[in-house]
Every structure is written in C-alpha cells, then in structure tokens.
C-alpha cells in the first residue's frame, strides 16, 4: 500500500467509528455471561465485535434461567445462548410478558441430556435405551445414593428437571446436582483414571466429545408439551417423562428496546450465527487450553476474521 492509500484507509475507518458511534448510544451495551465457558467466550466474541465498531460493552454474571426476565426488562441488553432443552421453558415465558424477542438462531444444532463415555458400555451392554440403564442402576451407585444410581447433573440452575423424570418413568435412580460444569469434568477425568462407569449431564456442541467419545441416553423421545401436560409422553399422570429435544435450537435474543438503542450493534447481532465446531472451539480454549474467556474471545477473532467480519457490513 502507499503512504496516500494508508492515510485514506485509516481516514475512512475513522469516518466510519465517528458514523456508528453517533448511530449507537454511547453507554455500555450489558452482556449476561453464565456458568458455561462457551457461553461466556461467545458473549465476549459478541462484545468484542461491538467494540470494534465503536460501542462500548460491560459483562454482568447472571443466572441463566433469570436471565430472561433481566433482558426483558433491559437491565441486560441481549443473550447469546438460548439452549433449547434448558431455557426454551423460561424464553417462552418471558416473550409471553413482552419486552424480549428472539433475533434468529444459530446455525448450530443442540442437545442436552444425560450421558456416558464409551466405557460404560462395557459394563452396561444395553446403553443407550434408558430401560437398559435403569436396569444397570447398581453400577452407578455411590455412597451418597445408597443402592441407587447416581446421575452427577448440571448446576441447579440449569433447571434440567431430572428428578422429575427419575420419579415420572420410576427410575432406580438420585440425582446428585454438581456445583459447576468444572466439577462435571473433573469426575469424568476421575472415572477415566479407574475406568468406572458413570452417567452424567452433558451437552453438545462442547469440548467434551473431543476428548470423551460417549453417548447421550435415549430416553423417550420430546414431544411438545412433556414438561407441562401429563398425557404426552409414556406416563399419562406425570410431566417431564421424555427425554430433551436431540435436535434442540440454539437461539440470540434481544431486549426490545436495543434496536433503537444500539441499531448497529443490534444489526450486527441479528447476523451473528455460529456452528456447531466453533462452539465446542470455544469451550475448548478455555476447559482444555487454560485461556482466560476474554483472550480466548480475542485469538478467535483473530483466526476467524473471514467468519465474522462480514457481520459488521
Ligand atoms: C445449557 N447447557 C449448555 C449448560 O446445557
């Protein structure tokens, strides 16, 4: 380039700051983070993109079923992760009071549900059916869950309905809740040392299909209005007695009053989409590699700018 072109390309990228920093409303736009790392490398890509064109971004640590209700109200501008299997129940009833709307999906498709590592298996033949595992309950037995089975889920937040669905398809079963995604992996890796077998709350797109080959259960399949009427799904006096949706959404949402707030970065969200390999990418730079969420925010950016500088056109 020369001297001249390098003068007018840093002029018009200048001019172009100064155009969205007077479109877009000088305070800073609050992200939610939450506690899964995808979920937070993502808010700070998300950030970080709106950084670039000129907004100014604050990262606030939220409930992930709350949430809703604090976009709905604005005191957060947007989330960037609305699992279908997890918080679809709590969006719809925030959407319902009005104040939040979706701003499109994810080209990413989701799953949430219990799970094994291959090993497993070996001790249980019949996995995945549900049937066959509730058969093998003693094997997963630990001293907290007496003769019964343990299932190890997510943080209580996540509000998986577990126990709901041991009591509704009578599982020999307890449902032991681990206090982070963290201390999921680290009784995996545990269970890997001894190859004992062990059932879970897991999910994808995560890091932890790359580093544990395993297997969701199959439980009876979703079906729309499981979790709240009790003729759908195989007991007919009880909800939650399905399994979550295979082939769950993966949505953005947005207060309804950011548009007008921010409509750049309103603009540049409503194209913001990701697959199902960059979000188990970002998982994984932090629960494998170490990285702090924001870095990890900043070297995907940075060795994916064919992926998302088209966003901010
Ligand atoms: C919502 N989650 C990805 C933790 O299952």
Redesign the pocket.
């Known amino acids: 380039m020369t001297r001249m072109n390098m003068l007018m390309a840093s002029a018009a990228v200048a001019a172009m700051t100064a155009t969205i920093a007077s479109a877009d409303s000088s305070e800073p736009i609050v992200i939610p983070t939450h506690n899964?790392s995808s979920q937070i490398v993502m808010s700070h890509i998300v950030g970080q993109i709106f950084e670039t064109a000129g907004n100014s971004v604050e990262y606030v640590s939220t409930d992930?079923q709350a949430v809703y209700e604090s976009i709905r109200l604005g005191d957060v501008a947007l989330g960037v992760?609305v699992?279908e299997?997890?918080?679809g129940a709590s969006f719809d009833a925030a959407v319902a009071k009005g104040g939040l709307h979706s701003v499109g999906e994810h080209d990413a498709v989701t799953r949430?549900d219990w799970w094994y590592p291959m090993w497993t298996k070996e001790a249980c033949p019949g996995l995945p059916d549900w049937e066959a595992l509730n058969d093998c309950a003693a094997i997963f037995a630990t001293p907290e869950t007496g003769d019964k089975g343990r299932l190890l889920g997510?943080p209580v937040d996540?509000l998986k309905h577990d126990q709901e669905r041991v009591d509704a398809l009578g599982m020999d079963f307890v449902v032991i809740n681990a206090g982070s995604?963290a201390a999921l992996w680290a009784s995996l890796a545990a269970a890997e040392r001894t190859q004992e077998p062990i059932v879970i709350f897991n999910?994808t797109p995560n890091f932890a299909e790359a580093v544990w080959p395993g297997e969701f259960v199959e439980f009876p399949a979703w079906e729309t209005g499981c979790d709240t009427d009790p003729a759908i799904g195989p007991n007919p006096d009880a909800t939650f007695d399905c399994g979550n949706p295979a082939d769950g959404y993966l949505k953005k949402a947005a207060w309804d009053g950011m548009e007008g707030k921010w409509p750049t970065a309103y603009a540049v969200l409503t194209n913001v989409s990701f697959t199902n390999p960059q979000i188990a990418e970002m998982a994984r730079l932090v629960d494998i590699d170490g990285m702090e969420p924001e870095d990890a925010a900043a070297h995907w950016l940075d060795q994916n700018a064919d992926v998302w500088s088209g966003w901010t056109d």
Do not use: V
Request: glycine letters at 16%; hydrophobic letters at 50%.
């Open positions: 899964w992930s992760e699992w299997g997890a918080y949430e997510g996540w995604a999910w």
